[in-house]
């Protein structure tokens, strides 16, 4: 199929006829923005399909299909005004594209009117007509319109097929359903055709119930062989209720595991991107502890350094006394100091007469009383003496340890310096590090939230993990249940098919019959199976070629293409097969462009139908070297392809220059056309003008 | 011409290597007749009228070559 050329008339930019052709190979529009680029594309998409994509909103834009929703902006401002000065009653917008198809020509209209209300024209009606005609005869072969020229259509262009040759960069995923749980896989299997086996498989397994039906009606007559045959039957049918229920289970809980894993997903790359504060926030907490231990060391130092010094001085006013003591005593021994004898000892003494020492009589008169009385007043130091003897009976034990005091005290400080240099250390690090995290722009109340954040997510890891278990638990638990019951179900088939078997009333071809139609639909099973991972495997490796292709001259862009068929989910995988995440939007279109080229070429292969690849500004988010190679890759993939780039001249940008000596050079581009806006004072005026710049 | 019907037989034998001829035969003929009838309505009813057809024909085979002592 070769798209010959689109005649766009008053439709959004393009104003009056611009009849633009296509070469059956490679045609290259380039325009800078706002020129019209993606309006041809709308222009394109209108003509096959009647809808259009609004690109504007990206992803999160829906094909418009309603003609009347098409109509409020599809007619051209410039006409518009026109139409409005000249007081025309009607006006319309056109769109005609012109295709080869093997050995026919089609064309497709289509026509938006409009007609006069005050000073606004509104949407009258649309209007769809097609028709073909035999190119070597010039006979036609059809006409239609409306309904009927739409369904025509969908025969030229199977459904399937129809988002993947009109590829749309910026909205891409939404486009081709390529985003995670979009209908790719739907359309790879489509595209492979694989509803022929799903199709065969249906009818096979509808066909074992036919002959079944069949062979219980013929063995009525046997009544033993139909009751057993009944019980069977009732088994099998209780089974396949269960397997039924299962099977949704099963399918529920597979869901369940790809929506929890992609939540997991979700919160580890939000965890991810929370990871460099984290690191920060663990180190700086682990640090606050240090120092908070260290101060802690520093202060039982301290503390047990002041203890210390508080014996030393108490030791030292031991000795200083004990130095008094020994004094004393020699003065005592010398006579010259009174005789240590306590004031309450001299007191009783003089209460009862006499010494309790010594039994010297203190009667009263007696000149032992005399000394006594003289005595008493004096008794001051009698105490100190006293409390001498106690402190040095109390401390006796100490004097080990006011020898080794000296040592320990050295000990000490020097433990004391160590912890010192360690604070000052670990403080120094502290200032560092605060510093650091000022840069970051951590400060309290932004640290708190996102320390929030995080246990948050971790929170909500847990609990998907936690849900993740138990889908996956619930998957194994009814994966078991079927396989079970399958096995199950096979015996009883079996020994069914036995029994029907060995009915009397069954002739030969019955018995072939009952024995085949089982074995047709386990084929069939497995005949899909084979056919489902081939359709894959081969969409993938195709696509990875494509991907290596394109970006062969990008170190950056290293990886290999994986399918994710469960999940329905497209992206790359590095040397140890691992996701490579945090692709960026040129990498993720590189992506795309390879897997639509490889569906594409699979579609040509099955529909044994090449397609034009039609595509609008793919190549603007991706990087230089790069965006050569894509461009290049597209052109060798297929047989005719329309690229549409944005045109940077003005940047006097390397690859743009390389896109313009592309177009120049490569003998695959026959066409190229540059796209501008007319120079006109107003912007109603302006419209896209088309300047053929090469073929 | 399409290439879905040139590699069938490829993928039935690769699928069915252990399954006898009949059944590798009629999987063959029910598929050639749902690719035939892609979007018929009839489809089932065709397909099935097909498979009896072929066994009709597989059984007629196998009576004559028992008859003939083939």
Same mark, same amino acid.
């Given at each position: 199929?070769?798209? +010959? ?34 309006? /041809? ?6 003509? /096959?399909?009647? #809808? ?25 401002? %410039? ?9 025309? !009653?009607?006006?319309?917008? #056109? ?93 790879? +299997? ?120 508080? &014996?030393? =001085? ?39 007469? #006499? ?13 032992? #009383? ?55 250390? /670990? ?20 640290? =708190? ?6 246990? !948050? ?10 849900? /993740? !278990? ?6 194994? %638990?009814?994966?078991?249940?079927? !396989? ?24 030969? %071809? &019955? ?7 089982? +074995? ?47 999940? $329905? ?20 279109? $590189? ?33 230089? &070297? ?63 003008? =088309? +300047?053929?710049?090469?073929? | ?70």
């Amino acid at each position: 199929m070769v798209f +010959k050329s689109i005649t766009i008339t008053d439709f959004l930019s393009y104003y009056g006829d611009n009849y633009i052709e296509f070469s059956d190979m490679t045609t290259i529009f380039i325009g800078q923005n706002n020129t019209g680029k993606s309006k /041809l594309f709308d222009a394109i998409n209108y003509a /096959l399909y009647g #809808r259009i994509f609004p690109t504007d909103k990206g992803e999160n834009g829906e094909w418009i299909y309603n003609s009347r929703e098409i109509a409020e902006f599809a007619l051209n401002n %410039h006409k518009r005004e026109e139409s409005l000065i000249n007081g025309d !009653d009607a006006v319309d917008v #056109r769109v005609q594209l012109d295709i080869e198809k093997d050995l026919s020509l089609i064309r497709i209209d289509r026509t938006i009117s409009y007609k006069r209300l005050d000073d606004a024209f509104v949407f009258a009606s649309s209007l769809l007509s097609v028709s073909e005609i035999d190119k070597s005869t010039g006979r036609e072969i059809y006409s239609g319109i409306q309904e009927d020229a739409s369904d025509r259509l969908e025969q030229y262009f199977s459904k399937s097929i129809k988002n993947y040759f009109l590829f749309q960069g910026e909205a891409a995923s939404k486009i081709m359903g390529l985003q995670k749980g979009g209908n790719f896989s739907k359309a790879v +299997k489509d595209i492979a055709r694989l509803s022929v086996f799903e199709d065969a498989k249906e009818i096979a397994d509808g066909y074992t119930k036919h002959v079944n039906n069949v062979l219980a009606r013929k063995m009525n007559k046997n009544k033993d062989v139909l009751a057993q045959q009944k019980k069977y039957q009732e088994e099998i049918d209780d089974l396949e209720f269960s397997l039924k229920i299962h099977d949704n289970k099963k399918t529920e809980a597979e869901k369940n595991i790809s929506d929890y894993s992609e939540k997991l997903r979700e919160y580890e790359d939000k965890l991810s991107e929370m990871k460099e504060f984290e690191e920060w926030f663990s180190k700086k907490k682990e640090l606050d502890d240090k120092v908070k231990r260290n101060e802690r060391e520093l202060k039982d130092t301290n503390s047990e350094k002041m203890e210390i010094a508080e &014996d030393i =001085v108490f030791y030292k006013i031991r000795d200083k006394i004990k130095s008094f003591k020994v004094f004393y005593n020699n003065l005592e021994n010398k006579g010259e100091v009174p005789p240590s004898i306590p004031a309450a000892e001299i007191r009783k003494a003089l209460e009862f007469c #006499r010494c309790t020492i010594c039994n010297t009589d203190l009667s009263d008169g007696t000149k032992a #009383r005399e000394y006594a009385e003289s005595r008493l007043p004096k008794c001051d130091t009698d105490k100190l003496g006293n409390f001498l003897r106690e402190i040095n009976h109390s401390f006796g034990d100490e004097l080990e340890n006011i020898v080794a005091m000296p040592k320990k005290i050295e000990a000490i400080i020097e433990r004391k310096h160590k912890l010192e240099d360690k604070k000052r250390i /670990l403080l120094k690090e502290k200032e560092e590090l605060d510093a650091l995290l000022a840069q970051i722009q951590l400060n309290d109340s932004e640290s =708190v939230e996102k320390k929030n954040r995080i246990d !948050d997510i971790r929170q909500s890891i847990r609990r998907y993990t936690d849900l /993740l !278990d138990k889908a996956k638990h619930s998957f194994a %638990h009814h994966g078991g249940a079927i !396989d079970a019951i399958n096995t199950k179900l096979q015996r009883l088939r079996g020994q069914q098919s036995l029994l029907i078997g060995s009915a009397p009333e069954l002739d030969e %071809h &019955d018995r072939i019959w009952s024995n085949i139609a089982p +074995k047709i639909s386990s084929a069939m099973d497995k005949l899909y199976e084979i056919a489902y991972d081939r359709a894959y495997n081969e969409v993938q490796r195709k696509s990875d070629e494509y991907y290596q292709e394109m970006t062969k001259d990008n170190a950056g862009l290293a990886g290999n293409i994986r399918i994710d068929t469960q999940n $329905s989910e497209i992206y790359t995988v590095d040397e140890q097969g691992n996701r490579i995440r945090n692709v960026n939007q040129g990498n993720r279109i $590189s992506i795309q462009l390879a897997v639509i080229a490889g569906i594409l070429t699979i579609a040509q292969q099955q529909f044994g139908q090449q397609y034009p690849f039609v595509t609008d500004a793919p190549v603007s988010a991706l990087g230089g &070297d790069n965006k050569i190679s894509t461009i290049k890759t597209m052109i060798s993939a297929f047989d005719q392809s329309i690229i549409i780039i944005k045109d940077d001249t003005v940047t006097k940008n390397k690859t743009n220059d390389e896109i313009r000596n592309l177009i120049n050079e490569s003998k695959s581009v026959g066409i190229a056309y540059e796209l501008s806006m007319s120079e006109s004072q107003t912007k109603n005026n302006q419209h896209t003008v =088309v +300047k053929r710049i090469k073929g | 011409m399409d290439n879905l019907k040139n590699s069938l037989p490829k993928i039935v034998l690769e699928a069915l290597k252990d399954e006898d001829k009949i059944t590798q035969h009629l999987v063959m003929k029910l598929l050639e007749q749902v690719y035939k009838g892609q979007g018929k309505s009839n489809l089932k009813i065709t397909a099935q009228k097909a498979l009896d057809d072929n066994i009709d024909a597989m059984i007629k085979m196998a009576k004559e070559r028992r008859q003939y002592g083939l």
